[in-house]
């Protein structure tokens, strides 16, 4: 029984270069298919590492541990700025407070 060829630009393939080029075929559509989704992944992994996202992994596991162990729904920066000032927003403690420097030079 004769092996049937196929020509191509290259020259003749037989039943083992179809099933070669079948192969790279698949790992074509394979690699596409996954560069897609890896550059969808990677924006994915780039917001969520991003400091500057409030929302960003690190942030949420820290204040999540914070809320866990303090008890606050407040996030921890929130908690200090209650502790450090009147309600009326003049910082507790009079000018030997460290917050009343930080307002004076902040402000």
Do not use: C
């Amino acid at each position: 029984m004769a092996q049937a060829t196929v020509m191509t630009p290259l020259g003749p393939i037989g039943a083992d270069g179809k099933a070669i080029l079948y192969m790279i075929g698949g790992i074509v559509v394979v690699y596409w298919l996954w560069k897609g989704q890896l550059k969808h992944d990677t924006k994915a992994v780039a917001q969520a590492i991003n400091p500057v996202n409030p929302d960003n992994v690190f942030n949420r596991a820290f204040e999540g541990s914070y809320q866990g162990i303090v008890g606050s729904d407040q996030p921890p920066g929130a908690d200090l700025y209650d502790k450090s000032h009147n309600p009326d927003g003049t910082v507790k403690g009079g000018s030997w407070s460290p917050f009343y420097w930080l307002d004076k030079a902040i402000l």
